[in-house]
Nanobody, 127 residues
Framework: QVQLVESGGGLVQAGGSLRLSCAAY????????MAWFWQAPGKERDIVAA????????YYTDSVKGRFTISRDDAKNIIYLQMNSLKPEDTAVYYC????????????????????WGQGTQVTVSS
């Protein structure tokens, strides 16, 4: 059974940092591209960042470029999202997602590409 378990969310002041983690169970992790999505209250879920199987390709939504960094550790079956210079508009539930990928260098950004999802972790940034 595939499970994606997020952790690391919480309350932080604007300008602060958080690191989210997503541990993957029950899948051959190195065969999967991974991503973080977010969903703010009243809004649709949308891509934050994605990383290819190889780790060599990444995608970031424009609003987080230069502030967030996605990475993966295939030895531990974990992906991370390092979030710096946080803003109140980053407040959302953050979801981890996985997609089987035959292209080791493709980091997909579409929600419908991802088959497996975590339960989400809340990030709240106060002003």
């Amino acid at each position: 059974q595939v499970q994606l378990v997020e952790s690391g969310g919480g309350l932080v002041q604007a300008g602060g940092s958080l690191r989210l983690s997503c541990a993957a169970y029950g899948l051959p992790f190195s065969n999967y591209a991974m991503a973080w999505f977010w969903q703010a209250p009243g809004k649709e879920r949308d891509i934050v960042a994605a990383i290819s199987r190889s780790g060599g390709s990444t995608y970031y939504t424009d609003s987080v470029k230069g502030r967030f960094t996605i990475s993966r550790d295939d030895a531990k079956n974990i992906i991370y999202l390092q979030m710096n210079s946080l803003k109140p508009e980053d407040t959302a539930v953050y979801y981890c997602a996985a997609r089987l990928s035959f292209d080791i260098n493709y980091a997909g950004a579409r929600e419908d590409e991802y088959r497996y999802w975590g339960q989400g972790t809340q990030v709240t940034v106060s002003s």
